[in-house]
T-cell receptor, first 116, second 114 residues
């Protein structure tokens, strides 16, 4: 089955802890993204990566960190510096189409993070 | 800065009705537009992708149109069913140099009643 997997599905964090959310894709996509979704708000981009060993900040990168050591993996760390981390986190990927531009974007099932 | 608006925010229709969801964007320099469906507590499922050079795309009971010059897209759902109940989001892809991002609307929450 081709697709994007995220783990865990639910995650609970104590104040002051760092936690890492996993995202893996077997679609051979070059680009991977992390979004945050809060109730009543649209998806907001945290970080994205268009190539291995390179990534860029999105609109709300403060308090988050990422790595892209392998094409298929793009883990997100929520650090203790993130003031309000309780949210639904979505990972996505997209591949290059004709003309070398990104095509359809696909999403994983999400991780719900709750700070206790 | 690209902004995407979806109207209405919520919609309730009886089963069997045809309906239209609207999406507007402020910058017409888009590469493509994508419609998604999201069920509660789940990830997004891609429904339709329209390239900027296309006017419409169809998949089953769904038809999406794109008018890039006016910054509008519509998603038409024919013969709605209770299983269509979900939140529908549109997103536009644009480029800043070689960097490519999607900007999302806040969605339309659809309920199809029996």
């Amino acid at each position: 089955d081709g697709g994007i997997t995220q783990s865990p599905k639910y995650l609970f964090r104590k104040e002051g802890q760092n936690v890492t959310l996993s995202c893996e894709q077997n679609l051979n996509h070059d680009a991977m993204y992390w979004y945050r979704q809060d109730p009543g708000q649209g998806l907001r981009l945290i970080y994205y990566s268009q190539i291995v060993n390179d990534f860029q900040k999105g609109d709300i990168a403060e308090g988050y960190s990422v790595s892209r050591e392998k094409k298929e993996s793009f883990p997100l760390t929520v650090t203790s510096a993130q003031k309000n981390p309780t949210a639904f986190y979505l990972c996505a990927s997209s591949g290059l189409g004709v003309g070398g531009r990104y095509n359809e974007q696909f999403f994983g099932p999400g991780t719900r993070l709750t700070v206790l | 800065k690209q902004e995407v608006t979806q109207i209405p925010a919520a919609l309730s229709v009886p089963e069997g009705e045809n309906l239209v969801l609207n999406c507007s964007f402020t910058d017409s320099a888009i590469y493509n537009l994508q419609w998604f469906r999201q069920d509660p507590g789940k990830g997004l499922t891609s429904l339709l992708l329209i390239q900027s050079s296309q006017r419409e795309q169809t998949s089953g009971r769904l038809n999406a149109s794109l008018d890039k010059s006016s910054g509008r897209s519509t998603l038409y759902i024919a013969a709605s069913q209770p299983g269509d109940s979900a939140t529908y989001l549109c997103a536009v892809r644009y480029y800043t140099g070689t960097a490519s991002k999607l900007t999302f609307g806040t969605g339309t929450r659809l309920q199809v009643t029996l």
